[in-house]
């Protein structure tokens, strides 16, 4: 057969062989950001699904709007307001996932050959993403305080790089999470670049200790930059559900492209979704997740001390 010359690009999925050991039931893998189905809100969403299917069946099961279930963009934008970070709802599209907020906003952005600035070691799923689109990545190194910013200030002089992808709290796969004062400078450095910031921030509410921190974006002055987010880690990957924030002059393309590609997020997800956000108390469960993994990395940790050489 002869397939597109990005596939030659692209190396055998790494997260597709992540997966296939993660299906074996005597493996506990943290190789990849997999939930612990225990803290998959079953009942509740059993309820919305019930409810929303006997109330509004047949708009559940009808085409929507590309940018999304209106009600939904605006709890997310709610959110944010309540984290201190300002965004309307004409702000977010609600995607299949961050995955496709990832591709999406790619594909609206990248030319061959492209620069893309990228955390070593960074997230795999966005190093394939990026590498469809062919993309020229140089790395910038992780210290524990998170990107190192006079890395990102000499990459950003040094080419003209498109977009940095960066993972600012509770990096996949580090797990760092960058400093009050990493985050003002990336923001300061991305703001006065014409370089555009893709944060992606699927673990952000999962915190254990420490004081929460907005994202880079809140840092920003306004500057234009991408944010993505996700129900993955809070609510249930399987759900397929996440959004990007991004501003006006990007978002009509990344309409196009979502427009072109799916034509919408599933109406049925999304309404689902937003029934059981609003019936439930999300803090509560989201606080409930945080204590059951707390109290795993605890465990983990007392294990590693005790039985690894
Ligand atoms: C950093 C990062 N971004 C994106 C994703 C994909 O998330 P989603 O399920 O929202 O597509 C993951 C999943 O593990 C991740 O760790």
New binding site residues.
Partial sequence: MRFAGRMNTVHRSYIREILKVTARPEVISFA??LPNPDSFPVAGLAAAAAEEMKECGAQTLQYSTTEGYLPLRRWIAERYAAQGLSVTPDEILITG????GLDIVAKAMLDDGDGVLLERPG?L?AIQCFSMYRAAFSTLELTADGVDTQALDRALQAGSPKLFYA?PSFQ?PSGISYTEATRRETARLMAQSDCLLVE?N?YGELRFKGQALPPVKAYMNGAPSVLLG?F?KVVA?GLRL?WVCAPAELMDKLVTVKQASDLHTPTFNQRVLYRFLEQNDVDGHIASIRSLYGRHRDVMVEAIREHFP
């Fill in positions: 990849g950001g996932g961050s995955q496709q997230y799923g993972v996949n992606d699927p996700s993955s990957p996440g």
